[in-house]
């Protein structure tokens, strides 16, 4: 498959490559302290990745769906919790590109492009559950400036990011799906971070409410049309997300299948001098697991590709790719843990932040098994919703 990428992306897989071996080593830090990955982020600044869905024209990659996913495997091998935080950046930056306006792509993509500007988004809410399409956040005109009122949940990058793409009911309808999407501002008066969100895994993804009281919104963040959410949630949103997250957890299940051929091909029994490699059965576990990931990888990066190029049937092959992804990452790094034995099994091993990290990717919104009713819809052409 990687013959098949263009000459830019396999460029910018190798730059990600390079980033990912400079932060590993302190990916057990990031976990073990659920500390945001500042030097990550930092480090994909200086690398010049942070603009990925910039279009070039603005000093960017613009690049699409397949690169993202590329370089969330990419990163995701090394740090699961930076690849988290990059993508969610990358979701955002897809979302303000897709009707950037002239103020827009000056005062947030030409910055995103020089590294100098961190966004994610801001949708889920407490009370609309896996529904992240949905919102009970409310905006109103007042003085030429929107007011925002609600309050956002497991917002990735929070309190970290420079600005944050929020959805809200639009203020001319309170109808359900007539939504509105806008950039909130750090620095925006009335903004307020809750408590840090102390998660079984990705633990470092400083996921944080976002508390918007009359929170002061200038017009001009406006993105695209008012009620205009819903294009954004199935046209960007969703496309983009689930590549970042399907990569990034792809990438998780090949680091478990990594540590596992370490740990079989060093581990020997005292009393023969075989390593464990010599095993029948943990020889077909191994290629079960390689199978898997090799399924799921040629998957994902079929929806990119499909997605790139506006195949009309693409949409089912990204509705899965996520889905797949947990479900591949949690089986591997399950079979990881049996196999490397009590090794594994020390808190806070490699192998079982692993599989902490793997196991979110079924619950991340759209959940997979959303995801594949939403598919079977497609599939049988019925409306998603």
């Known amino acids: 498959m990687l013959t098949m990428f263009a000459t830019k992306l396999l460029s910018l897989k190798d730059t990600a490559a390079t980033v990912a071996s400079e932060i590993a080593p302190f990916a057990s830090e990031v976990d073990r302290e659920a500390a945001w990955p500042a030097r990550s982020m930092a480090a994909l600044s200086k690398a010049g990745l942070m603009g990925l869905q910039v279009p070039e024209q603005l000093g960017g990659h613009g690049q699409g769906l397949l690169a993202l996913a590329v370089l969330t495997e990419t990163l995701g091998k090394a740090c699961p919790s930076s690849a988290l935080c990059f993508g969610m950046h990358c979701v955002g930056t897809a979302v ?4 950037a306006t002239s103020y827009q792509s000056e005062h947030y993509l030409s910055k995103i492009a020089r590294g100098e500007h961190i966004t994610t988004l801001a949708l889920s809410e407490t009370g609309t559950g896996a529904n992240f399409y949905l919102s009970d956040t ?5 003085g030429g400036q929107f007011l925002v009122n609600g309050t956002k949940q497991f917002v990735t990058n929070g309190g970290r990011a420079d600005s944050y793409v929020i959805s809200a009911l639009s203020p001319d309808s309170g109808e359900i799906g007539d939504l509105s999407c806008l950039i909130v501002d750090s620095d925006a008066v009335g903004v307020e971070w809750l408590e840090p969100w102390h998660g079984f895994g990705m633990r470092g993804n400083s996921s944080r409410g976002m508390r918007l009281t009359d929170a002061r919104v200038p017009l001009t963040n406006l993105l695209g049309d008012t009620g205009d959410q819903i294009w954004y949630v199935f046209e960007v949103i ?3 997300f689930l590549m ?11 680091s478990a299948l990594e540590a596992v051929g370490e740990h079989m091909r060093t581990r020997r029994y005292n009393h023969t001098g075989d390593s464990l490699r010599h095993v029948e059965p943990l020889q077909m576990k191994y290629a079960d697991m390689w199978r898997s990931i090799e399924k799921t990888r040629q998957l994902l990066y079929a929806a990119g590709e499909r997605g790139d190029r506006g195949d009309p049937d693409a949409l089912p092959f990204i509705l899965s790719c996520k889905a797949d992804a947990a479900e591949t990452a949690v089986a591997v790094t399950n079979e990881a843990m049996t196999i490397c034995g009590g090794i594994a099994y020390r808190e806070n091993s490699r192998v079982s932040q692993m599989l902490r990290d793997a196991r979110a990717g079924h619950v991340m919104s759209p959940t997979t098994d959303m995801l594949k009713i939403w598919a079977g819809r497609s599939l049988l052409g019925l409306p998603l919703l």
């Open 244 to 254: 970042a997250m399907a990569g990034s957890y792809l990438g998780i299940a090949q």
């Open 238 to 240: 969703a496309p983009y």
């Open 138 to 142: 409310l905006i109103t005109l007042a």
């Open 96 to 99: 303000i590109a897709a009707k």
